[in-house]
């Protein structure tokens, strides 16, 4: 009971602490509002256009991965620690988790996300009497452009 006496203490006088100074500064500082602080900075240089610039998904997608595997790499590190110590146990457990790794990665491979070009060739669909838009989109967005104007185009009848 002590020991949590003095850990809600240490936390309670913590939290004053910040909300303390956070008020204090709030009070204490100017607050002198001009244009010229309300303008976007922006390296020292005055823009040129639109700030906005349309970012590649692909970013986020390569940064997805380097999460997932980073994590992967996290829980690793301790399984692989251990394995000396329970061998059996260790690979009891460790084996499902790197089998999910390993099909979620070769998924990852084999649908073509882990490629940074892509191919501008249209693949040949003729035949199936189905037409995937998105899959189309991703190797040639002119495609779309293509089947508003012809839609009898892409499927061979």
């Known amino acids: 009971m002590q020991q949590l006496l003095s850990i809600t203490l240490f936390a309670g006088f913590g939290i004053l602490f910040v909300i303390?100074?956070?008020?204090?500064?709030?009070?204490?500082r100017p607050n002198m509002p001009n244009r010229e602080k309300k303008a976007i900075y922006e390296c020292g240089e005055p823009t040129i256009g639109t700030s906005?610039?349309?970012?590649?998904?692909?970013?986020?997608?390569?940064?997805?991965?380097?999460?997932?595997?980073d994590v992967e790499v996290a829980l690793t590190y301790p399984w692989a620690a251990v394995f000396r110590q329970f061998p059996v146990q260790a690979l009891i457990v460790?084996?499902?988790?790197?089998?999910?790794i390993i099909i979620g990665f070769a998924y990852e491979w084999y649908s073509g996300s882990l490629d940074w070009v892509r191919s501008a060739v249209n693949t040949s669909i003729r035949g199936t009497g189905h037409v995937d838009m998105k899959s189309l989109a991703r190797r040639d967005p002119e495609v779309l452009e293509e089947s508003a104007a012809n839609p009898a185009s892409l499927v061979d009848a």
């Open 20 to 28: 303390g100074g956070l008020v204090g500064g709030w009070f204490l």
């Open 52 to 69: 906005w610039v349309q970012f590649d998904l692909r970013f986020y997608i390569v940064a997805l991965f380097y999460l997932v595997f």
């Open 94 to 100: 460790g084996l499902p988790f790197l089998a999910i």
